[in-house]
């Protein structure tokens, strides 16, 4: 009997480990997560060209491409 709980309770966990979250669903994003995504792609092209590092370099970089 224990056996056959133990093996009922691993198969669940592993069923909800594997199942993809509520959340992975595909949703469109809003406009601002749109731009931020356009900004994040353009972050990193801007650090390959000059080159920048830090979180703030990112930030005014981010700060001046949000406002665009």
Known sequence: MRRFLA????????????????SAQEKP???QQQ???D???KW?????KT???GREA???FMSGCLKA
């Open 7 to 22: 093996a009922t309770l691993a198969t669940a966990v592993l069923a909800v480990a594997v199942a993809p979250p509520a």
């Open 29 to 31: 994003l809003t406009a």
């Open 35 to 37: 731009k931020m995504k």
């Open 58 to 60: 990112y930030g005014k």
């Open 44 to 48: 990193k092209d801007e650090k390959a």
């Open 39 to 41: 900004c994040a792609a």
């Open 51 to 53: 080159n920048a590092k």
